[in-house]
């Protein structure tokens, strides 16, 4: 039998990815950007067994069925076909995020079955490669794969749809845990909602490729203010296309504007605090490092807080295969 593990952190969008151009190859419409999270990591061991007739998926603890379990088959096939090899596997992960609270899971989760599923399987992937195929499992996750801050490139073919390290100037993510509870509708459910229902996808579009421009060039900068205010307004709009769906979805909860609301407040005393959000009611306060416990202390009594910094790719366990 062969065994590996894998260790990889979420991240958060600087500029999002909101919609696909192809679900099978999972090609996003737009470029992103992001920051891996230096907290909040997921532990993922694959084991090949050929006794077995399916894939068995244990995550936290309990057997996984359904949708889960046939995501995680769905994405070993990929494995398995690059590989040659037709053995299922035992899948046991184990995440310290809440899951599906729109916290990243999926994304620290496929990269990390990425790692342990191309090693387990004898994969001998590069950085680019791995990115691609953490894709397939969940677009974010390619993302996840890169230590720090990552561009995805969008890209036309499986091959050109990769992540890469970029420089950025020094940030910490102040994170704002509203409500930890399941979203009511999937990031993937609600992205294909907006691709087929809202009309103002298409200015999504164009007006995202024009974020990650400007935000690429504010990294090289090393202008902080400059790329907060590109995440900022980056995220509300992906928020205010989600509400333009049909029927609409709405993620922000009624303390994730009272979040919103104090970030003004602190940009108004000078503060560099720019607010983003995922598709939850999680509210992420991108800031400098030296303002990060300003930041946490005007938001305490609001919500729980977790103050990240850039954290490391995904980690491939030395000596775990056996
Ligand atoms: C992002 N999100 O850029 C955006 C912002 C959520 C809001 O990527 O269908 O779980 O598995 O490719 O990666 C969430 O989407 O979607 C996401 P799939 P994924 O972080």
């Known amino acids: 039998m062969t065994v590996a593990t894998a260790v990889a952190h979420p991240n958060i969008a600087l500029v999002k990815y909101w919609g696909k151009r192809d679900a099978d190859l999972n090609l996003p419409a737009t470029g992103s950007l992001s920051m891996t999270l230096d907290v909040f990591p997921t532990r993922t061991t694959v084991a090949l067994d050929p006794a077995l007739d399916g894939d068995a998926f244990t995550l936290d603890g309990r057997a996984a069925t359904g949708i889960p379990l046939d995501r995680v088959t769905r994405f ?106 399941e979203k009511p509708v999937s990031s993937r459910a609600a992205m294909r909602r907006t691709v087929l229902t809202s009309p103002f996808y298409p200015a999504w579009v164009t007006s995202t490729d024009e974020s990650l421009r400007s935000a690429l060039a504010a990294c090289r900068d090393g202008d902080v203010d400059r790329l907060g205010r590109i995440a900022e307004t980056n995220a509300l709009r992906m928020h205010a296309l989600i509400q333009s769906c049909d029927p609409p979805i709405r993620y922000l909860a009624p303390t994730s504007l009272a979040v919103l609301d104090r970030v003004e407040a602190l940009r108004a005393r000078g503060v560099g605090a720019y607010a983003t959000a995922d598709a939850g009611p999680n509210v992420v306060v991108v800031c400098r490092p030296a303002d990060a416990a300003e930041v946490r202390d005007a938001l305490a009594d609001l919500a729980e807080i977790v103050v990240a910094h850039p954290g490391p790719g995904l980690r491939i366990e030395p000596g775990a295969v056996a």
């Open 76 to 181: 070993l096939d990929v494995v398995r076909a690059l590989a040659g090899v037709e053995t299922r596997a035992r899948v046991t992960s184990a995440g310290t995020v809440p899951e599906a609270a729109g916290l990243a899971s999926s994304a620290a989760g496929f990269a990390a079955l990425a790692g342990a599923a191309s090693a387990a399987y004898g994969l001998d992937l590069d950085e680019r490669a791995l990115t691609r195929l953490a894709r397939r499992g969940s677009g974010s996750a390619s993302r996840s794969v890169i230590p720090g801050f990552a561009v995805w490139h969008a890209g036309d073919t499986d091959e050109e749809s990769f992540a890469e390290s970029v420089d950025a100037p020094a940030l910490a993510m102040v994170i704002a845990i509203v409500d930890a509870g």
